[in-house]
């Protein structure tokens, strides 16, 4: 779930403190990130959010399980191609990378444990991953439009 600028950084971030790095996943999964409401159709999420850097290099990793109406939204400052990995995640999980409007631009099922990248098709600002399955058995695809306060027009 480390974005792909963060895996490319030097072996010595990964050493980075409790207060700053992902070596925080050590300690356990964050489990107490502010949380928002999303909507896709009438299927509710109940999302964390990961906003900081740390946040959102730590993402889902080292959680055993997370109810199917679970994700984390990941937000980025400025839309750019974002590319998520799964080391240390231990869930089988979909990415939805969604553009400012709530629109999904493209899902990718992200394998435990993988290194390989996943990125967005084009420039996003948010992530929203769910359990693996999620999106499909529901039958949202690129095009679907999430809602909640994140995407709403400022």
Not at 4 to 11: G, I, K, N, Q
Not at 88 to 105: K, Q, R, S
Request: charged share 20%; hydrophobic share 45%.
């Amino acid at each position: 779930m480390l974005t792909f600028v963060t895996r490319v950084l030097p072996a010595v971030a990964l050493g980075l403190t409790l207060a700053g790095g992902p070596a925080a996943a050590q300690n356990g999964p964050q489990l107490n990130l502010m949380r928002v409401e999303l909507s896709a159709g009438m299927h509710r999420i109940d999302a964390q959010v990961a906003r900081a850097p740390v946040e959102r290099q730590i993402g889902l990793m080292l959680r055993r399980d997370m109810p199917a109406h679970e994700g984390m939204l990941f937000v980025f400052e400025q839309p750019g191609v974002q590319c998520f990995w799964m080391k240390n995640t231990l869930l089988p999980l979909t990415a939805a990378f969604v553009a400012d409007d709530g629109t999904i631009v493209n899902l990718a099922d992200m394998q435990p444990q993988s290194e390989e990248s996943h990125c967005s098709a084009r420039p996003v600002r948010y992530v929203l991953e769910m359990n693996q399955g999620w999106f499909a058995q529901r039958g949202l695809k690129a095009g679907a439009k999430l809602t909640g306060a994140p995407f709403e027009r400022r």
